[in-house]
């Protein structure tokens, strides 16, 4: 079974659409994370959650808000689309306290056109 | 912003070792290095930590300076499937659990070539 799974893969949206993706890890961890790389490659932190409470919002648009229905599973709902959204999405989860490894999701590729 | 430096690419010949050095000169007490990698188009898959002492598992080993201002992820034996980005990244860890977030800084591509 996959650790961390996100859905969709992909997503080809029109500028100004709302749009969602879901990230779901069946680990048992109680912080999750999301990601965006973009075309550079740079890979950076967008949010993290810690039993349901954001811990660390890293200067992200409001457009884009993380929603953790329960512990297994945190989406992200993202509004008025732009050019610049386009990137790599990804999700991660670890387990509080030290020393532990973040798992990562596969990855959903956005792009708006 | 990351607190490493890494060389942005290097190559391997495929069975030999790879060495993929790291600085991280700002390092603190609390501080451990981390590798992960990124294989094309996947998402991040860790490889190893450390604090000060080297440290090795089924998928490479870590050589920590003595004075921790750099360190060297080693791959024994490279194979194809190594190309990667390999990241080095320092995280603070508090008693009681870690603070802060995995930085990614832009990494260093490691090419195996047959």
């Known amino acids: 079974d996959t650790a961390v799974s996100q859905t969709p893969k992909y997503l080809v949206t029109q500028m100004g659409n709302d749009k969602s993706i879901k990230c779901e890890q069946n680990?048992?961890?109680?912080?999750m994370y999301w990601y965006k790389q973009d075309s550079k490659k740079f890979l950076k932190i967008m949010f993290s959650?810690?039993?349901?409470?954001?811990?660390i919002n890293e200067t992200v648009p409001n457009r884009f808000s993380p929603k953790s229905p329960d512990k297994a599973h945190l989406n992200l709902h993202i509004n008025s689309l732009e050019l610049g959204d386009s990137a790599v999405y990804f999700c991660?989860?670890?387990?509080?306290?030290?020393?532990?490894?973040?798992?990562f999701g596969q990855g959903t590729r956005l792009t708006v056109v | 912003d990351a607190k490493t430096t890494q060389p942005p690419s290097m190559d391997c010949a495929e069975g030999r070792a790879a060495n993929l050095p790291c600085n991280h000169s700002?390092?603190?007490?609390?501080?451990?290095v981390y590798w992960y990698r990124q294989i094309h188009s996947q998402g991040p898959q860790y490889i190893i930590h450390?604090?000060?002492n080297n440290e090795t598992n089924e998928m490479a080993s870590l050589i920590i300076t003595e004075d921790r201002k750099s360190s060297t992820l080693i791959l024994p034996h490279a194979t194809l499937r190594d190309t990667a980005v390999y990241y080095c990244?320092?995280?603070?860890?508090?008693?009681?659990?870690?603070?802060?977030?995995?930085?990614f800084g832009k990494g260093t591509k490691l090419s195996v070539k047959p």
């Open positions: 991660a989860s670890r387990e509080q306290g030290a020393l532990t490894e973040a798992f």
């Open positions: 680990l048992g961890h109680d912080t």
């Open positions: 959650y810690n039993n349901k409470e954001l811990i």
């Open positions: 700002t390092i603190s007490g609390n501080e451990y």
């Open positions: 450390g604090l000060k």
């Open positions: 990244i320092v995280w603070r860890v508090n008693y009681g659990g870690s603070q802060g977030n995995l930085i």
